[in-house]
């Protein structure tokens, strides 16, 4: 009963509006609800995260605190993505180095970005054997479990009402086929009940989050994965609360997206729990990347409880994996054939790039870049990039900030609409570009105390 409860508060909070707007088959609405960050209504469609909305799920991203000054990554971030989960900053290593004393500062920072964009929020994560502090394991039984539990309560409570689900317990399984726990203090001094302890510790602490377990190499069926469920099974047997499990979903050659990955969601689904895609990351380049990142959206579509998927960072070069171009977004904040995959998968058109499909369409991608900064002003840069065919013309929208302006441009043709804060750049005569070929517009904006990138939205071709 009580569990139930708690699962329909949260959903009254975060679904409801989505399913509201979209009777209404308004998606524009979902920004006043305070649910979504979209780029504007026009653009609802042509992001990840408008169109993911659009189909009552949210589209996130991992982010790092110390990227959020970066103007390209936080206009990426608030244009394309409704949800954010921090990387690191929530980690038990990040808040609680020290026994009970407690530093939220860098967390703090991407919950206000989130929040300023009205964007959901993972808590990432609370119990994990990984970046723990040293104290935590010099602990005895009973010292640990007092640690844990008020680790859970005092993390949970600073972030009461913000957090849409956590990640209660990560990661607390072996690799390999045994399917047995995974070493570490928790599960070597408490025993296996620490999970149990956990969520219940979790559930008392915020009654309408999200409870969530979380792991890897758990995303097709396999011994792990089968063990995790009997552990979900059992907790919703006995009453002990979980509401959602975490598929991480970090593929390489080595771990390929399994065959039976939309049927293994389904059979946790079947569990009642909702599923969630939550460290999405995909090695490879072009069309075959693009196709496994397609498989796995389309995945997520099909199995009515997956609530939402979040890719792990946004450009490649800021991947955990250091070599590797597993993400979206290129190193320069290009959209890859991978993006336009998902965006496509999602239902949402325009999104620019070229989807490795190989079906020749004419298509385009933007993007944006600061190129100088005055005393009251910086000029902004655009470079329009043709995809794998050539293009005779492209539009690229242009999204002010409220308190800016701008009082020039150069290599484009403007229009205005009439709040006269977005702009439709045009060529200037000839738009013609060869496939791969790029051209660039600029604008000088009048910040007027916000320095923020303005939202670019993306290209269209003709
Ligand atoms: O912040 C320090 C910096 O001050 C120091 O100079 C530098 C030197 O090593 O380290 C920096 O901390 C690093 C931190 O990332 C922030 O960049 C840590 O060393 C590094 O270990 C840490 O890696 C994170 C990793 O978890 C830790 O296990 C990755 O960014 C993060 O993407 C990764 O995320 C995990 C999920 O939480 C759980 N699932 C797997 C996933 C990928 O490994």
Redesign the pocket.
């Known amino acids: 009963m009580v569990i139930d409860s708690c699962q329909e508060r949260a959903e009254r909070r975060f679904r409801l509006p989505v399913r509201r707007a979209l009777s209404l088959g308004v998606v524009g609405l979902l920004t006043a609800a305070g649910v979504l960050s979209l780029s504007g209504p026009a653009n609802a469609a042509s992001t990840l995260g408008g169109a993911a909305a659009a189909k009552g799920r949210y589209f996130g991203a ?1 982010v ?1 605190a ?1 990227h959020l000054g970066e103007s390209q990554y936080a206009a990426t971030l608030d244009t394309e993505f409704n949800s954010v989960t921090p ?2 900053e929530m ?1 038990w290593d990040a808040v609680e180095s020290s026994r009970d004393s407690f530093n939220f500062s860098r967390a703090d920072q991407i919950v206000g970005h989130a929040q300023g964009k009205s964007m959901q929020i993972r808590g ?2 609370l119990v ?1 054997h ?2 723990l502090p040293g104290w935590v394991g010099g602990l005895n039984a009973t010292d640990l479990r007092s640690a844990m539990n008020n680790h859970i309560t005092k993390v949970m409570q600073h972030y009461q009402g913000k957090i849409y689900a956590w ?1 209660v317990v ?2 607390a399984f072996q690799d390999g086929n045994s399917g047995a726990r995974r070493s570490s203090p928790f599960q070597d001094k408490l025993g296996n009940g620490f999970i149990e302890e956990a969520f219940r510790t979790a559930r008392a602490a915020d009654p309408n989050a999200k409870l969530c377990y ?3 190499n758990t995303d097709g069926q396999n011994a792990k994965s089968n063990a995790v469920y009997n552990l979900v099974k059992d907790f919703k047997a006995r009453g002990v609360p979980i509401d959602c499990v975490g598929f ?1 979903s ?1 593929f390489n050659s080595q771990s390929p997206v399994p065959g039976d990955y939309q049927q293994n969601l389904q059979r946790f689904a079947d569990l009642g729990v909702d599923v969630q895609i ?2 999405l990351d995909i090695e490879g380049s072009g069309s075959a990347q693009a196709d496994n990142y397609r498989r796995v959206t389309q995945a997520c579509l099909a199995v009515s409880r997956c609530t939402g998927m979040t890719v ?2 946004i450009p490649d070069k800021y ?3 250091a070599s590797g171009t597993p993400l979206l977004f290129d190193d320069n904040y290009g959209k890859k054939p991978a993006y336009q995959a998902v965006l496509t998968a999602l239902g949402g058109t325009g999104g620019g790039g070229d989807d490795g499909g190989g079906g020749g369409g004419r298509t385009c991608t933007a993007t944006y870049s600061e190129t100088q900064r005055w005393g009251d002003r910086f000029n902004g840069q655009v470079t329009v990039r043709a995809g794998s065919s050539a293009i005779s013309g492209w539009t690229v929208t242009v999204t002010l900030r409220s308190a800016q302006s701008v009082s020039t441009t150069w290599n484009g043709s403007p229009s205005w609409d009439g709040s006269g804060k977005v702009m439709t750049m045009r060529p200037n005569g000839n738009g013609n570009l060869g496939a791969g070929a790029t051209t660039s517009f600029g604008f000088t904006v009048m910040a007027n105390g916000d320095w923020s990138a303005p939202a670019v939205g993306s290209c269209t071709a003709s």
Do not use: I, L, M, P
């Open positions: 991992a790092a110390n990387e690191n980690k990432h994560t994990w990984s970046q990640d990560n990661e979380n792991d890897y991480q970090h939550t460290e792990w960072g991947s955990w994996r």
